[in-house]
Nanobody, 124 residues
Framework: QVQLVESGGGLVQAGGSLRLSCAASGRTFSSSGMGWFRQAPGREREFVAALDWSGDITYYADSVKGRFTISRDNAKNTMYLQMNSLKTEDTAVYYC?????????????????WGQGTQVSVSS
């Protein structure tokens, strides 16, 4: 099991940047595929980005490709999401999550452990 805590959310103007962090505790972080999801009010939780246990393989939702970068530092038990060129439609609660697999996964159902979420608000 992995315990996850997100940080770095906030209010930013459109076109700005934020970096989210996900601090993990537990012995399985460095061997777990990880991901970021988001949920806007009245909408289902959606996939944003994921990476495998090493961080060498990444995958992004089309809506964020080219603007967001997912990464991890296994020595620090931390995952990151660098978000650039933010748009108002990026406004949501962002969650980090861990799978029980070494490879990356896209589906919500593949993730066993979740953080509490951090709010990202983008103003026009």
């Amino acid at each position: 099991q992995v315990q996850l805590v997100e940080s770095g959310g906030g209010l930013v103007q459109a076109g700005g940047s934020l970096r989210l962090s996900c601090a993990a505790s537990g012995r399985t972080f460095s061997s777990s595929g990880m991901g970021w999801f988001r949920q806007a009010p009245g909408r289902e939780r959606e996939f944003v980005a994921a990476l495998d246990w090493s961080g060498d393989i990444t995958y992004y939702a089309d809506s964020v490709k080219g603007r967001f970068t997912i990464s991890r530092d296994n020595a620090k038990n931390t995952m990151y999401l660098q978000m650039n060129s933010l748009k108002t439609e990026d406004t949501a609660v962002y969650y980090c999550a861990a799978t029980r697999f070494m490879g990356l996964r896209v589906g919500v159902g593949a993730y066993a452990d979740w953080g509490q979420g951090t709010q990202v608000s983008v103003s026009s």
